[in-house]
């Protein structure tokens, strides 16, 4: 499971499983980029959601023990980015972590 991976490192996290053969299942909130990976890897399974939402994870896990019945690796890249600055993340992250 790759959470965050629609673009960039989390895209390429995903890639790289895909071409291992590894089943992905890829929780995102960018859904034009996460349904267009999904599209085009048969190999990835893409799951709309928030991961701070207990839904998205019921979700995601309910996919993941009726089509393949255990979780081998989870990947967490999700992140949030509001404000790129180095003041913003020197202040805000202590508090959004």
């Known amino acids: ?38 599209r085009a890897d048969p190999n990835l399974e893409y799951v709309f959601g928030d991961v701070s939402k ?18 081998d690796v989870i990947v967490n890249n999700a992140g949030i980015t509001h404000d790129p600055s180095v003041w913003a993340y020197r202040n805000d992250t202590p508090y959004n972590l």
Do not use: H, P
């Open 1 to 38: 499971m790759n959470i965050g991976g629609a673009d960039g490192f989390g895209a390429a996290i995903v890639d790289r499983f895909s071409r291992e053969g590894w089943k992905v299942i890829m929780i995102d909130l960018n859904k034009s980029g996460g349904e267009a990976k999904a």
């Open 54 to 71: 207990q839904e998205t994870w019921e979700t995601a896990l309910g996919i993941i023990r009726n089509k393949y019945g255990r979780v």
